[in-house]
């Protein structure tokens, strides 16, 4: 018996759309967190792999399971059996940490949907067991998450609703896209040569999105916090596969108008930088944070980053077919470029005020307020510098939290007003400001 995946998932989703969404992006975010290239690195240095405890990651690894293994029986559940008998054996399954790690072999037998998704289940859940067990040793070498990736892998994708998913590649459609304008616009006002791949695109950005809006609220557990880090590894992964493709394409594709090549050229090197940004800054050190608080705010941060560039992508490419197409029409929260540099001039020039003001007065009893506000600015507004500052700023932010003396400070701030500076000419030298002139002249002594 072949099983109609499409139909079964296609059913469920129309009466569970939150757990259809969440079964395959858990799904997917499973199957790419054991390639190491996807994960954050520092640029300048890195600890050699075979000095690396990978606890952390089997830990997250062992709550990622747990959330497929949810979304899983809310998706059998929906019309085959009572829903809580299925949360009965779901904490059976999440309790049960005293069993043995023992593999079954995929029967062969036909099975309806129903029944594959069970056995699909009990396979997740003993590596959830696994996972478990290995996150409680004190160290994991990287040979052993590894080898933990490749059997997961081996035998998770030998199940069949796995496979169907994998040969299909959670490729979204247009159906899925929630807008209806931009459904008609990639069905019937994309030029026919580029309508396929312009299409499928703007839908991932949208499974993207999608993928962002089911953070968990602030939570005072760790684990449900940390497990997210696995869904920025899935997106990292994402967009490198699709730039991957997209290159691919190029070579093997008749010649595109020059100027959707330069849209999407544009547009996926523009995910890319905002990419590294959550990668190798928010993520890089997430799994060491300790507090809740902190979690959630680099998570917050993120969230932020890629959200405002899947829709800037999105809006990028649907205005080279119509250049009438709004922003604000189509996100409640969407801030155009011209809103981030306006604002992004606006604080920095606050923020330099306040270091001259510091500076020429000599008023240390102010130095905790500097801190603050550097603090702020690097929670917020920072991201919408260019990616090349961040290390700089992030510098100067450890020097105004270290220096003490008086003549310390005022060689740093001088340093710091010159630096400001610069970055304030920067910025104001962007396209989206030409029209929009600064009302302060930016003095450079």
Known sequence: MTTDWHAWL???AEVAREWSHAFCMWFRASLAYFVLHYHPSREDASTPLNLKNF????????HGMAALLQSTAHLVSVESVERYQFREYLRSLLQDEAGWFLLQPWPTVSQ?????MLQFMDTVGQFRTLAFHMGQAPWVAYPAFVVMGRIFRQHVLSTPIAAWLVQRSLIPGVDEIPHAEVRYLCRYQLPPAVRPVVAWVVAKLYQWLAYLEMFPPLSEDIGILRRNYMVFILLNAEVQRLKRRWDRFLVQVHPWPSDWVE??????????????KVIHREMLGFLEVQRSAGLY?????????LRNAFQQAILSLLQTADPSLSGTVLFPNYRTKLEQSLRLRED???LRQLVRDIWRNHAWDRWSELVSEFRRFRNTTMHFLMYRDWTHFDEFYRQVQRVRTPAARTALLDQLNAFLGALL????KRDVLQGYPFPYKIEDE
């Open 297 to 305: 705010m680099r998570l917050e941060n993120s969230q932020g980053i």
């Open 263 to 276: 849209a999407l050229e544009g547009t996926l090197f523009a995910l890319q930088m905002e990419m590294k």
């Open 55 to 62: 606890v952390p990651e089997v830990q997250v690894f062992a």
């Open 10 to 12: 296609q059913q469920r």
């Open 112 to 116: 309806t949907p129903d029944e594959q």
């Open 425 to 428: 000419k920067e910025v104001n």
């Open 348 to 350: 920095l020039w606050s």
